[in-house]
């Protein structure tokens, strides 16, 4: 079990392996997601304060090489596993896009492991 501190937020528990978005979005909070966890469109965006997420997918690497500036520390959070302990920043949520009418679609399950 990892636990997701949420700046300004709260924090929430996770299973082992979970997908950061996952967990971000089933305490309730409206995190973008618009491609539906598929590295495409970075609405999940997060930064990452504190905790070891992991390795890149290559899928998430390839994306941000596409970006012109990337924050420090910023992942895509339909990538990440969590597998350590994660404090985060959410850069993107409805609340603050109300225009998009809803913050996108569910991203699937990935199996529960860790590398
Ligand atoms: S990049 Fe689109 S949901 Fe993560």
Same mark, same amino acid.
């Given at each position: ?58 899928? $998430?690497? $390839? ?32 609340? $603050? ?19």
């Amino acid at each position: 079990m990892a636990i997701v501190h949420m700046e300004g937020i709260g924090r929430t528990s996770a299973p082992d392996g979970q997908r950061l978005v996952l967990a971000i979005m089933a305490a309730g909070v409206d995190i973008l997601h618009r491609c539906g966890g598929n590295a495409r469109c970075t609405t999940c965006r997060v930064q990452i304060l504190g905790g070891d997420p992991g390795p890149m997918t290559e899928a $998430e690497r $390839e994306k941000l090489a596409t970006l012109d500036e990337v924050p420090e520390n910023m992942r895509l959070s339909c990538q990440v596993r969590c597998c350590d302990d994660l404090t985060v920043r959410i850069l993107r949520r409805l609340v $603050e896009n109300p225009d998009m009418g809803d913050a996108g679609p569910q991203p699937e399950t990935w199996p529960l492991v860790c590398p």
